[in-house]
């Protein structure tokens, strides 16, 4: 019973750039018709993106999927990559992609990150990665997990596509392991409409990942690597400078948001979600809250069905788990008695909306509802 008058309010809302300051941009793509290949908003864009993020050196990408693809092929990874189960797919994909196989590893409730407990004990012979995600943009166990990774000599990649400008003690978390990827997509925190990046912490890496993403060309007869085509054009690039300017507001008004969530919904019955972290800086990237049914009285299925009667559109973000699609359920790591965590808290998960143009008005209508679950 969908109810009239009432917009539909959605998870998320892209930060766009002013039209009108794109177009110069714009013009000056087609003054020069230079629309590819490191042209100068690209080269503008990884400079301004290195200072911004606090990282050395960064490659940049034409959609988030492409370096989680392309940190498995600068690693030579083989074998067994143990991930985790609660992510977007393209993390277990980007795995599979490389003919690899996912070993999925629970996670710790506490961060949604993977469990360090429980890693060593999926590691095998074949054993030849890490691919753990900072799952909302909070940060991993990253000393835990990087001292499993030294003992067993395995490299880390990071699938930080939540966690843009997530900071602890001052330092980027996409510092951490050996490579970090970013994805740039509309809906994520700092967007180049489609768009990602790949952090690493050398010349010499960032001199190989530009080559994989340009089919392997070293010059113009020598292919150095079997690459691939991963590369970021000017019009993105453009709408990247432009979002850089202002994605620090962006990010304090989704933060004014977490609080008015936090306020409203801390008595709630049931409802469980974050709080900041100390010494973390937080990019608000998303508002997940988890519902324990029997005290809130009401399943996660009936308040989502419910938000969405009212044109509140949560997204379960993440359900089903990576490891119940098709493609993965059969590997024995996919088992839900494997997985006791991440498959409680996929059935208690909503994303509520949370982005930097919500109105007082929205957040409380989202309220309203969620504080009331004896309401229809
Ligand atoms: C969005 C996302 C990706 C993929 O990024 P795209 O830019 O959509 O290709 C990968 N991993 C996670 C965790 C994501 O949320």
């Given at each position: 019973m969908?109810?009239?008058?009432?917009?539909p309010?959605?998870?998320?809302?892209?930060?766009?750039?002013?039209?009108?300051?794109?177009?110069?941009?714009?013009k000056?793509?087609w003054?020069?018709?230079?629309i590819?290949?490191?042209?100068?908003f690209?080269?503008q864009?990884?400079?301004?993106?290195c200072?911004y993020l606090?990282?050395?050196y960064?490659?940049?990408?034409?959609?988030?999927?492409?370096p989680?693809?392309t940190?498995l092929?600068?690693?030579?990874?083989?074998?067994?990559?143990?991930?985790?189960?609660?992510?977007?797919?393209a993390?277990?994909?980007?795995?599979w992609?490389?003919?690899?196989?996912?070993?999925?590893?629970?996670?710790?409730p506490?961060n949604c990150?993977l469990d360090p407990d429980?890693i060593?004990a999926?590691?095998?012979?074949?054993?030849?990665?890490?691919?753990p995600?900072?799952c909302?943009?909070?940060?991993?166990?990253?000393?835990?997990?990087?001292?499993?990774a030294?003992k067993?000599?395995?490299p880390?990649?990071?699938d930080?596509?939540?966690?843009f400008?997530v900071?602890?003690?001052?330092?980027s978390?996409?510092?951490?392991?050996n490579?970090?990827?970013?994805?740039?997509?509309?809906?994520?925190?700092?967007?180049?409409?489609?768009g990602g990046?790949?952090?690493?912490?050398d010349?010499?890496m960032?001199?190989?990942?530009?080559y994989?993403k340009?089919?392997?060309?070293e010059?113009?007869?020598?292919?150095?690597?079997?690459?691939?085509?991963g590369?970021m054009?000017?019009?993105?690039?453009?709408?990247?400078?432009?979002?850089?300017?202002?994605?620090?507001t962006?990010?304090?008004?989704?933060?004014q948001?977490?609080?008015?969530?936090?306020?409203?919904l801390?008595?709630?019955p049931?409802?469980?979600?974050?709080?900041?972290?100390?010494?973390?800086?937080?990019?608000y990237?998303?508002?997940?809250?988890?519902?324990?049914?029997?005290?809130?009285?009401?399943?996660?299925?009936e308040?989502?069905?419910?938000?969405?009667?009212?044109g509140?559109?949560?997204?379960?973000y993440?359900?089903?788990?990576?490891?119940?699609?098709d493609?993965?359920?059969?590997?024995?790591?996919?088992?839900p008695?494997n997985?006791p965590n991440?498959?409680?808290?996929?059935?208690e998960?909503?994303?509520?909306?949370?982005h930097?143009?919500?109105s007082?008005?929205?957040?409380n209508?989202?309220?309203d509802?969620?504080?009331?679950?004896?309401?229809?």
């Open positions: 969908a109810v009239e008058n009432e917009t309010i959605t998870v998320t809302s892209p930060l766009l750039p002013d039209p009108d300051d794109l177009n110069k941009l714009l000056e793509i003054a020069t018709k230079w590819t290949n490191n042209g100068k690209h080269e864009l990884e400079n301004a993106l200072k606090k990282v050395p960064i490659s940049l990408f034409t959609n988030g999927t492409l989680l693809l940190a092929q600068a690693l030579r990874v083989s074998g067994e990559v143990i991930t985790t189960p609660y992510s977007f797919v993390t277990t994909h980007s795995i992609w490389n003919g690899l196989k996912p070993v999925f590893v629970d996670i710790d506490s990150g429980r060593e999926a590691i095998t012979p074949r054993t030849t990665a890490i691919m995600v900072h909302y943009g909070k940060p991993c166990d990253g000393a835990r997990i990087q001292q499993i030294d067993y000599g395995l880390i990649i990071y930080a596509a939540h966690a400008g900071e602890v003690e001052g330092q978390i996409l510092n951490w392991g490579l970090s990827t970013l994805s740039f997509h509309a809906t994520k925190v700092y967007n180049t409409a489609e990046a790949l952090v690493m912490h010349e010499s960032k001199k190989r990942i530009d994989l340009n089919f392997g060309f010059s113009e007869t020598e292919v150095v690597a079997p690459g691939i085509n590369k054009d000017e019009i993105r690039a453009a709408i990247g400078l432009l979002n850089l300017q202002h994605v620090d962006c990010i304090e008004a989704r933060h948001v977490a609080i008015r969530y936090r306020e409203a801390r008595s709630v049931g409802i469980r979600f974050f709080d900041d972290m100390p010494g973390v800086k937080h990019n990237s998303y508002f997940p809250i988890f519902v324990n049914a029997e005290e809130y009285g009401m399943t996660r299925d308040l989502y069905a419910k938000l969405k009667s009212h509140i559109l949560g997204r379960r993440f359900y089903p788990l990576i490891s119940q699609f493609t993965y359920r059969a590997l024995p790591s996919a088992a008695e997985l991440a498959t409680r808290i996929a059935n998960v909503i994303c509520l909306p949370m930097h143009l919500l007082d008005s929205d957040l209508r989202i309220i509802l969620v504080a009331s679950p004896q309401t229809a």
